[in-house]
Structures are given as structure tokens and as C-alpha cells.
């Protein structure tokens, strides 16, 4: 399963790892750390194989997640990943092309969590 994470805070990218790596399931990570390198890695001329999920944080160093979920959702030369955004603060309730918006876990059990749901995602997708 492949997980496309957005996220410029590299500590919670190891925690998401390691939560994946706990669990023992098969989860490949690709990292990037602006909005503008996901959509480069996101494009159909990519050599890079895209993911089905993407991971979005919301405070990201060149636009918002909200924005860059909906760039990837707006145009099919990306895939229409589902996306899910992330956030240090209290989950948005407004309207966009992402399928949800978690709060980031501040405990490892939490992350744990986390992970799990991230992965029944990722199998429900292979389905």
C-alpha cells in the first residue's frame, strides 16, 4: 500500500512511520515536504507511482492543505487521490475535495490510531 504524506514536520513523519512499522503492516511512505513537490510527484508524467491516499497537514510551507487538496482533486493529470487533511488544531468543518480532516495525535497510542485508520483506508481502496 502506498501513502503519499505532505507534511513539512519530519518528526511526525517518523511517528507516522514507526506507527506503520509497529502494526507490522506493508505501508510504503513517500514523504514530500511543500504542496508544490506533491503535485510534482502527483502528475501523470511522474516516474513516480502514485498513491491512492494522500495525507495532507494543513499548514504547509508554500499554501494551505485545503488548496493543495483541491488542486489534486480538481484535475485528473493527478489520479483523484482520496485525501485526508491533518492539523495540529481542532478539525475544520467546511466543505472541500478531501474526504476528512483528522486532528494529529499528541500520545504514541494515539498515533497508533492514527495509523490504523490510515491503513483500513488504504485496504478499502484495494478492494
Not at 483541491?70 to 485526508?84: E, H, K, M, V, W
Not at 468543518?93 to 491503513?119: D, I, M, S, V
Request: hydrophobic residues 45%; proline residues 5%; negative net charge.
Amino acid at each position: 500500500y502506498r501513502l503519499l504524506v505532505v507534511e513539512d514536520n519530519g518528526s511526525e513523519v517518523v511517528l507516522i512511520g514507526e506507527a506503520f512499522a509497529a502494526m507490522e503492516v506493508p505501508v510504503e511512505l513517500e514523504h514530500v515536504k511543500t504542496g508544490a513537490q506533491a503535485l510534482a510527484c502527483m502528475r501523470a508524467d511522474s516516474a513516480w507511482r502514485r498513491p491512492k491516499l494522500a495525507l495532507i497537514d494543513y499548514l504547509l510551507p508554500d499554501f494551505r492543505g485545503t488548496e493543495l487538496a483541491n488542486r489534486l482533486a480538481g484535475d485528473s493529470q493527478y489520479g483523484n487521490p482520496r485525501i485526508i487533511l491533518m492539523s495540529g488544531y481542532a478539525p475544520c468543518t467546511r466543505k472541500g475535495q478531501w474526504e476528512e480532516w483528522l486532528e494529529k495525535p499528541t500520545t504514541w497510542n494515539g498515533w497508533q490510531l492514527f495509523a490504523r485508520n490510515l491503513f483500513r483506508r488504504l485496504q478499502a481502496d484495494e478492494i
